[in-house]
């Protein structure tokens, strides 16, 4: 019903940038926060950045000030990307993308979303 679709991810030397978009299509009334999440090697998932529908922002401590998320919104589709700049190599992780969505055929179910997810290695 829902489907996210990650790109961006890639390898990177420390300090430098990378942007991830997220798109979310399908059949979507509407979509109450995206945001991105990431996983390293035998680490649990943790919260990276989220924006809610009114865009406010809320960023892991680890991130701030170097990672800024922004959303671009149309009819069709939702479009949420993930600027990260002065990268270091504990930013290497599997980044996802995560929605929270009501869907136009169940509009009292509030439903999570993920993308497949997209590696991000830096290097040091």
């Known amino acids: 019903q829902v489907q996210l679709v990650e790109s961006g991810g890639g390898l990177v030397q420390a300090g430098g940038s990378l942007r991830l978009s997220c798109t979310a299509s399908?059949?979507?009334?509407?979509?109450?926060?995206m945001g991105w999440y990431r996983q390293a090697p035998g680490k649990q998932r943790e919260s990276v950045a989220v924006?809610?529908?009114?865009?406010?922002?809320?960023?892991a401590d680890s991130v701030k000030g170097r990672f800024t998320i922004s959303i671009s919104r149309d009819i069709a589709k939702n479009t949420v990307y993930l600027q990260m700049n002065s990268l270091k190599p504990e930013d290497t992780a599997v980044y996802y993308c995560?929605?929270?969505?009501?869907?136009?055929?169940?509009?009292?179910?509030?439903?999570?979303?993920w993308g497949q997810g997209t590696q991000v290695t830096v290097s040091s």
């Open positions: 399908g059949n979507i009334f509407r979509i109450n926060a």
């Open positions: 924006i809610s529908s009114g865009d406010s922002t809320n960023y």
């Open positions: 995560n929605a929270g969505v009501v869907t136009t055929t169940s509009l009292f179910r509030l439903g999570d979303y």
